[in-house]
């Protein structure tokens, strides 16, 4: 008789780092991750909004977990700038213990790029290339710069987790950059799967979500066919909320069966 390995009852001691973490998907990741860390965890929250990441820190720190010794730091940064990357390692360094068994890094960061045009229209190269620096280059470097910081030890597990979408697999249409930046993300973290077999890699597809960044789609997208059906899904309630969909994520984590490298949508868990 076999018997299939018990799913863990948490993630370990880990050091967590959760970029775009002061509002919709990052905020349900910080809040749901936190409860699945041993004491002594430490969680590392990125974004632009200070005072939004000051008020999940408060949160957290007030809770269960907070009093039983959890760590949350907080790092203002915009990711599209230079040194961002940077400073969120240092804090990352700073905050870690010897006892920790656990690196976790979760690119959620991103932002949707202006839907209103289609690709025909995008001449000015500094647009593009300021969108593509805080979706595409930051993310790089930031996991670079983790990956430096941390290196491979016996005892210690290194996750990364990119925050996909079905954009990175299929055309939308006058959702050029956000389409590119996706498709981008998905392929760097397969050769980064590749690269570094010892990893763990996954890039993972939340749905459709509840979000400031779906309202944005549905009111300002320029293909009356793509906005119509994201009216379609919040009048027939197919939108998600992000605490349904952060739910698969962390099964994902907790399970630890998936192919490393691999893209999985909510809908295949």
Known sequence: MSFSEPIRADLGRVLCVITGASKGFGRAVARQLSRLVQPRSALVLVARSADKLRALQAELAASEVGRAGLLVECVVADLGELEAPGSVVRACQQVFTDDM????????????????????????RDDVDSYLSFNVSSCLCLTAGILQAFPQRPGVKRTVVNISSLCAQQPFSSWVL????????????????????????????????????????????????????????????????????C???????????????????????
């Open 178 to 245: 956000y389409c590119t930046s996706k498709a981008a993300r998905d392929m760097m973290f397969r050769v980064l799967a590749a690269e570094e077999p010892e990893l763990r890699v996954l890039s993972y597809a939340p749905g459709p979500l509840d979000t400031d960044m779906f309202s944005t789609a549905k009111s300002t997208t320029a293909d009356p066919s793509i906005r119509k059906s994201f009216s379609d899904m919040s009048t027939q309630g197919q939108v998600l909320t992000c605490e349904e969909s």
């Open 247 to 269: 739910s698969k994520l962390m099964k994902l984590l907790m399970e630890d069966t998936y192919p490393s490298g691999a893209h999985i949508d909510f809908y295949d868990v």
């Open 101 to 124: 068994d656990h690196i976790l890094l979760i690119n959620n960061a991103a932002s949707l790029g202006d839907v209103s045009r289609y690709a025909r229209s995008f001449t000015n």
